[in-house]
């Protein structure tokens, strides 16, 4: 377990600003204590400095997941955001997009939401900008990429696409292997 670097610090800021903004600062500097990124085996972890100073007296080999999973960067040093990081983004987002409940079933299967499941949207989303994916219960149940701008969610027929499925909470059982 060890520090980011300088690039791989920045790859993973970047992909947090798609979908908090400026709000990353909240996420370091929180009122319970000082808290950390660090890198295990390729993923990322979110954790407490106290939990960090306890995590460094087990052997490498033997720690599993110090922290919060973020994400973990791939074999071309992409970083890919993971779905355990959602219970942290969702308090944070700055594009929110809620889902009617016919559609929700799909999100969750891995599709990708469509107009005709859309129930509202973040005014002033951008194209291609980070949006965290409700329930109309405000429950959070992953994050995508608008595939439209909300101006053009207006516009657009019911059956085309207006946010790419990235991460859902529905991976907790598909992946569940995999997930750390």
């Given at each position: 377990?060890?520090?980011?670097?300088?690039?791989?610090?920045?790859?993973?800021?970047?992909?947090?600003?798609?979908?908090?903004?400026?709000?990353?600062?909240?996420?370091?500097?929180?009122p319970?204590?000082?808290?950390?990124?660090?890198?295990?085996?390729?993923?990322?972890?979110?954790?407490?400095?106290?939990?960090?100073?306890?995590?460094?007296?087990?052997?490498?080999?033997s720690?599993?997941?110090?922290?919060t999973c973020?994400?973990?960067?791939?074999?071309?040093?992409?970083?890919?955001?993971?779905?355990?990081?959602?219970?942290?983004?969702a308090?944070?987002?700055?594009?929110?997009?809620?889902?009617?409940?016919?559609s929700?079933q799909?999100?969750?299967?891995?599709?990708?939401?469509?107009?005709?499941?859309?129930?509202?949207?973040?005014?002033?989303?951008a194209?291609?900008q980070g949006?965290?994916?409700?329930?109309?219960?405000?429950?959070?149940?992953?994050?995508?990429v608008?595939a439209?701008?909300?101006?053009?969610?207006?516009?657009?027929?019911?059956?085309?696409?207006?946010?790419?499925?990235?991460?859902?909470?529905?991976?907790?059982?598909?992946n569940?292997?995999?997930?750390?």
């Amino acid at each position: 377990m060890r520090p980011l670097t300088e690039t791989e610090t920045r790859a993973v800021f970047e992909k947090l600003g798609k979908y908090i903004g400026e709000n990353i600062q909240l996420l370091v500097d929180r009122p319970d204590g000082t808290y950390c990124f660090r890198l295990h085996r390729d993923r990322v972890y979110y954790l407490s400095e106290k939990l960090l100073k306890l995590a460094a007296s087990v052997p490498r080999e033997s720690l599993v997941a110090p922290g919060t999973c973020f994400g973990k960067f791939t074999k071309s040093q992409k970083f890919r955001l993971s779905v355990t990081a959602l219970d942290f983004l969702a308090p944070y987002a700055k594009y929110k997009v809620w889902v009617k409940p016919g559609s929700e079933q799909s999100f969750l299967y891995g599709n990708h939401v469509l107009k005709s499941g859309l129930g509202r949207i973040t005014e002033s989303t951008a194209q291609y900008q980070g949006v965290v994916v409700y329930s109309m219960a405000d429950v959070p149940l992953g994050f995508g990429v608008a595939a439209k701008s909300t101006q053009e969610c207006r516009k657009v027929d019911p059956l085309a696409i207006v946010v790419f499925h990235q991460a859902d909470v529905g991976e907790y059982v598909r992946n569940e292997d995999t997930l750390t």
